[in-house]
């Protein structure tokens, strides 16, 4: 069981956009900075979004992120069959272990 | 261009040690605002952050696997190494090395291995 919570799948057609949400609490999404992780099949983790709604270079803008409370949501625009992949929330936890934890993931479908 | 590579045997024993090493090349180990860490996944799981620790040795363990593992750097080499103890099948996964900003607190993981896989059985 996952400290932070993100729904299993969703699914959307090329060219729509889609939310993937990430719920946590005020000791880790709450008052820390959230990034977002993309999984391409067989491939390492990529960081796609940072403090929050920041992107790396090279990361197209059709990605984005926001925070709101102890809630964070990626949001992808222009879906591509491309974007399919695994995307998971990350944070630092602030409880009384400071440590790091992720969500339980989210399976992107492009239908 | 930062690269991090996983080394280590892709088969181990119940109830023997895992031991795994990354390499950091295209930058130091020593570089300031950054801890290094390992992450794995099990087959068809998800990921789970292990630990990480700073070039002076300084390190932060997930709580749930802190009595059995031992994160290490050696500064000389550029290179940080994991040891997990009295492995069962549960432990079986690919892992990670990554390196992650830190201001205080972990803040992002921008730059990863490409993952070893490590399968618990006799």
């Known amino acids: 069981q996952s400290v932070l919570t993100q729904p299993p799948s969703v699914s959307a057609a090329p060219g729509q956009k889609v939310t993937i949400s990430c719920s946590g609490s005020s000791s880790n999404i709450g008052n820390n900075y959230v990034s977002w992780y993309q999984q391409l099949p067989g491939t390492a983790p990529k960081l796609l979004i940072y403090?929050?709604?920041k992107r790396p270079s090279g990361i197209p803008d059709r990605f984005s992120g926001s925070k709101s409370g102890t809630s964070a949501t990626l949001g992808i625009t222009g879906l591509q069959t491309g974007d399919e992949a695994d995307y998971y929330c990350g944070t630092w936890d602030s409880s009384l272990s400071a440590n790091w934890v992720f969500g339980g993931g989210t399976k992107l479908t492009v239908l | 261009q930062l690269q991090l590579q996983e080394s280590g045997p892709g088969l181990v024993k119940p109830s023997e040690t895992l031991s795994l090493t990354c390499t950091v090349s295209?930058?130091?180990?020593?570089?300031?605002?950054?801890?290094w860490g390992w992450i794995r996944q099990p087959p068809g799981k998800g990921l789970e952050w292990i630990g990480s620790?700073?070039?002076?040795?300084?390190?932060y363990y997930n709580p749930s696997l802190k009595s059995r593992v031992t994160i290490s750097v050696d500064t000389s080499k550029n290179q940080f190494s994991l040891k997990l103890s009295s492995v069962t099948a549960a432990d079986t996964a690919v892992y990670y090395c990554?390196?992650?900003?830190?201001?205080?607190?972990?803040?992002?993981?921008?730059?990863w291995g490409q993952g070893t896989l490590v399968t618990v059985s006799s």
């Open positions: 295209g930058g130091s180990i020593s570089s300031s605002s950054y801890y």
């Open positions: 990554a390196r992650v900003t830190s201001v205080l607190r972990f803040l992002e993981w921008s730059s």
């Open positions: 403090d929050n709604n």
């Open positions: 620790i700073y070039y002076s040795g300084s390190t």
